[in-house]
């Protein structure tokens, strides 16, 4: 098999499943994982898949007529007004003496700065939220452990999973939302997400109503294990209806000065 039919495998494989390791790929295709790792460089190269974190994904430009998913540098100077209203709606639920997860993200980074100074424990794999923590805050900081993915911008060891800190609530936010649940590109954040879940009483998640209109692949998480989202006032009446089926309860955060 030559590059061009090992190309056209790995592609026609990503129509049918979202993420695929270097090892999937290397038992697809029965080569060595040197020749794989190299495929996965020039589909990246060329626009046609994406490099991530263990292997490749589909690129979200072969999904006609969606918003795409950006990374964290790009996405945190968009719709800041309603993120830091959604963030203080959100610093609203939480009390003095809370252990809470906040995740990585830039709305989550906007809770972050507005809870730097209570009295509170907070676990966070977001580096950038670590750093605003460590120089502003005064709140007990635990950080995840393991290596920095600078994209998109965690904190995490592939070897611990879930963390030894157990949250009344974990926040996080998401890059799109569907009937399916929470949907990210990156693999690396869907294995993440999953693990936090499991150590928080309520998962709260923070989104804007663009979200709604951003369809990544991979589901990291369905709605049913969403207690709360926060949103703000542009959330759609189909949208709405969405979430109550799914049983999750909506707090709409009002921009221009109230919550």
Request: aromatic letters at 4%; a negative charge.
């Amino acid at each position: 098999m030559n590059d061009t039919e090992r190309h056209k495998a790995i592609i026609d494989l990503l129509r049918e499943t979202p993420f695929a390791s270097v090892r999937d790929l290397q038992e697809h295709l029965g080569v060595s994982p040197a020749t794989i790792r190299r495929d996965i460089d020039k589909l990246h190269d060329l626009g046609r898949a994406r490099k991530v974190y263990g292997g490749i994904s589909a690129s979200e430009a072969a999904d006609s007529g969606r918003l795409s998913a950006k990374p964290y540098d790009e996405n945190r100077d968009i719709a800041v007004e309603a993120k830091r209203a959604i963030a203080a709606t959100a610093a609203g639920l939480v009390r003095d003496g809370d252990s809470i997860i906040v995740h990585a993200g830039s709305t989550c980074y906007q809770l972050g700065i507005l809870l730097a100074q209570r009295n509170l424990r907070i676990w966070t794999n977001s580096m950038p939220l670590a750093a605003h923590l460590g120089e502003h805050g005064t709140c007990q900081l635990s950080l995840a452990g393991g290596e920095l993915y600078r994209e998109p911008g965690i904190i995490h060891d592939s070897a611990a999973g879930s963390p030894a800190f157990f949250a009344s609530r974990f926040f996080l936010g998401t890059q799109g939302i569907s009937s399916k649940g929470l949907l990210e590109s990156h693999p690396l954040l869907v294995k993440v997400i999953g693990e936090l879940s499991a150590c928080a009483d309520e998962i709260v998640l923070l989104a804007d109503s663009r979200k709604f209109s951003i369809q990544p692949r991979n589901v990291a998480l369905p709605l049913s294990r969403i207690g709360t989202i926060i949103t703000d006032d542009g959330l759609t009446d189909a949208a709405a209806r969405m979430l109550e089926d799914a049983g999750v309860t909506i707090l709409i955060a009002r921009t221009g000065g109230t919550s």
